[in-house]
């Protein structure tokens, strides 16, 4: 199994900085892409960035310049540094990833996990 864990959620206030981790464990044989997704109260989840292997990134047209997503393959970790948060940042922020997996039967690709999710909320 696969579990993807967020940390680093939290109150800030407008203008502030937050740095969300997303950890990746078990039968991982290689991590593909990872994401950062968002659910405000009310509306839909929305992609924020994401990140291939080989280091590509994207980013939500909201959200350009102001986020940065990285990750290091040796943690099997992913970041999300958010600077010059604005109020309509606040939501849950969720992880995802496409992942193969070692199983007793071979290799199991390109699964997709989400993380639990982690508040983030910017006070005006």
């Known amino acids: 199994q696969v579990q993807l864990v967020e940390s680093g959620g939290g109150l800030v206030q407008a203008g502030g900085s937050l740095r969300l981790s997303c950890a990746a464990s078990?039968?991982?044989?290689?991590?593909?892409?990872m994401r950062w997704y968002r659910q405000a109260p009310g509306k839909q989840r929305e992609l924020v960035a994401a990140i291939t292997s080989g280091g590509s990134t994207n980013y939500a047209d909201s959200v350009k310049g102001r986020f940065t997503i990285s990750g290091d393959n040796v943690k099997k970790t992913v970041y999300l540094q958010m600077d010059s948060l604005k109020p309509e940042d606040t939501a849950v922020y969720y992880c995802?990833?496409?992942?193969?997996?070692?199983?007793?039967?071979?290799?199991?690709?390109?699964?997709?996990?989400w993380g639990q999710g982690t508040q983030v909320t910017v006070s005006s």
């Open positions: 995802n990833g496409d992942v193969d997996r070692a199983t007793a039967y071979g290799l199991e690709r390109n699964r997709n996990y």
């Open positions: 078990g039968t991982i044989f290689s991590i593909n892409a």
